[in-house]
Nanobody, 117 residues
Framework: QVQLVESGGGLVHAGGSLRLSCAGSGFTVSSSAMSWYRQAPGKEREFVATITNPGGTTDYADSVKGRFAISRDNAKNTVSLQMNSLKPEDAAVYYC??????????WGQGTQVTVST
């Protein structure tokens, strides 16, 4: 059974940085397509970033390109999202998503990111 646990959210001033982590269990992160999504109050969940398997190709939403970076630590079975130059509009609950051939899509419980002005 796939389990995803996000961590690293919190309160940060605009212009600051946060690093989110997503720990996977029940599957291998390196063999899965891993993504980050976010959902702000009153808005739909939206794509933020993805890293493919096995090549590790990355892709980002236009709104975060040049500021966010997704990466994978195969030894720790985690995927991270480094967020720099945070803006108030980046505030949301951030979710980790995994796609595996056996289980399909799986989601974590989310971690809250708050950006103060």
């Amino acid at each position: 059974q796939v389990q995803l646990v996000e961590s690293g959210g919190g309160l940060v001033h605009a212009g600051g940085s946060l690093r989110l982590s997503c720990a996977g269990s029940g599957f291998t992160v390196s063999s899965s397509a891993m993504s980050w999504y976010r959902q702000a109050p009153g808005k739909e969940r939206e794509f933020v970033a993805t890293i493919t398997n096995p090549g590790g190709t990355t892709d980002y939403a236009d709104s975060v390109k040049g500021r966010f970076a997704i990466s994978r630590d195969n030894a720790k079975n985690t995927v991270s999202l480094q967020m720099n130059s945070l803006k108030p509009e980046d505030a949301a609950v951030y979710y980790c998503r995994a796609y595996t051939l056996h289980y399909g899509f799986s989601w974590g419980q989310g971690t809250q990111v708050t950006v103060s002005t």
